[in-house]
C-alpha cells in the first residue's frame, strides 16, 4: 500500500520508512517487496518519536510538525485521508 501511495501522490509528500537498529539489514526486504521509497536505519527514532510498537505511521506537516500518528496497520482509505488533511 505505501508503494502504491508513493507514487500515486508523487510530490504531495515524502514517505521514509525507517528500521530500528535491532533489525536486520533491510536492503533485500526492500528489494524484494519492490518498495522505491527512501529508507534509513536509526537506532535512536523510537525513542525521539515515543514508538512503542511497529509499524507506526507519522503524519509529519510542512512544517515538521507531527500532526497524527497511527499505530498498527492502517488502511488505504485511512492513509488518504490523512494525507489529503495534511496536504491542503
Given at each position: ?36 521509497f ?34 498498527g ?14 496536504t491542503?
Amino acid at each position: 500500500m505505501f508503494e502504491q501511495m508513493y507514487k500515486q501522490h508523487s510530490g504531495e509528500f515524502e514517505l521514509l520508512a525507517l528500521a530500528s537498529h535491532r533489525a536486520k539489514d533491510p536492503v533485500p526486504w526492500m528489494q524484494r517487496s519492490g518498495y522505491t521509497f527512501p529508507w534509513g536505519l536509526d537506532g535512536d527514532w523510537g525513542d525521539m518519536y515515543g514508538v512503542h510498537g511497529i509499524p507506526h505511521t507519522f503524519f509529519i506537516n510542512r512544517q515538521g510538525e507531527v500532526v497524527d500518528e497511527h499505530l498498527g496497520e492502517i488502511s488505504a482509505e485511512e492513509f488518504e485521508a490523512k494525507l489529503a488533511e495534511i496536504t491542503r
